[in-house]
């Protein structure tokens, strides 16, 4: 189901995804940091909120997590929630189950989706996909490094070449919809990248290590995208996101130098 908010002359939206909450490796630390420092008017949940269907793994932690989210909703934040592919059947908090949020900025459409539904490989073979999910789980669970359970992930995405992949065909599918940005989530791979006037936004994820996420501010004169953390002024970074050619629209874009310095893969 795809759920479309109407036209927003000025906005400030918090986009996370791939919490996996209930996973060993799961960045809870990081998740409550963002929540409760990042300034924003919505919250956008991007799939992948919990890694299993099993709500037993969730331990203390996870709830505190699902808990903060909850009290945002309760001081009047908007919260969209968004399934993914770890979330199965599991009923959202807050909205009713959607795969797409669409909203209107007077710099041109963004399309919000998870991003699983460009990754032909878990379509494709999906017990394959369900053993390794399984294996990944207890690869986290006994061997406490970090560092190695990233490297298992990454490793796994870049010889599926499920990063290029999905950033192509979202890409592809924001030309289709006429959508000016696109923002995904699933690989796990924190990017901004701009292609024929249309730009692929990744939001990463918060499991090892990391601490990611977009925050997406806009008025009818700016449209800035950072790090929702760490960086307080995006500075501009010359056609790195190339002004529509409509004459209706004159638009300063700023972007994070952080993300901009993500390199395609």
């Known amino acids: 189901m795809t759920q479309t908010h109407t036209l927003r002359s000025e906005g400030s939206v918090l986009i996370l995804s791939d919490l996996h909450l209930g996973s060993p490796n799961c960045n809870t630390d990081g998740i409550l940091e963002t929540l409760t420092h990042a300034e924003f008017e919505t ?22 997590v699902l808990s903060c989210i909850w009290d945002l909703h309760n001081r009047r934040k908007q919260v969209i929630w968004i399934s993914g592919n770890h979330d199965a059947e599991i009923l959202p908090l807050f909205n009713e189950t959607i795969s797409e949020f669409v909203f209107e900025t007077p710099h041109g459409r963004i399309g919000v989706q998870h991003g699983h539904q460009f990754d032909n490989f878990i379509r494709k073979y999906p017990i394959t996909t369900e053993i390794a999910s399984r294996a990944y789980y207890y690869i986290q669970r006994c061997v406490k490094s970090n560092r190695f359970s990233e490297y298992v992930k990454y490793t796994s995405k870049s010889w599926l070449n499920v990063i290029k992949k999905v950033r192509q065909r979202a890409l592809d599918y924001a030309a289709k919809r006429d959508f000016r940005f696109v ?6 791979h924190q990017e901004v990248y701009t292609e024929d006037d249309r730009t692929y936004i990744n939001t990463g994820s918060f499991m090892d290590r990391s ?53 395609p893969n």
């Open 43 to 64: 919250l956008i949940i991007n799939g992948d909120t919990y890694d299993n269907p099993n709500l037993h793994r969730l331990r203390r932690p996870h709830r505190e």
């Open 183 to 188: 923002v995904c989530g699933h690989v796990h």
């Open 211 to 263: 601490r990611e996420g977009v925050l997406i501010n806009w008025d009818k004169t700016r449209f800035d995208i950072a790090q929702p953390l760490g960086f307080s002024k995006p500075v501009f970074v010359e056609d790195f996101l190339p002004i529509s050619s409509k004459p209706s629209v004159h638009s300063s874009l700023t972007i994070d130098p952080g993300l901009a310095a993500a390199s």
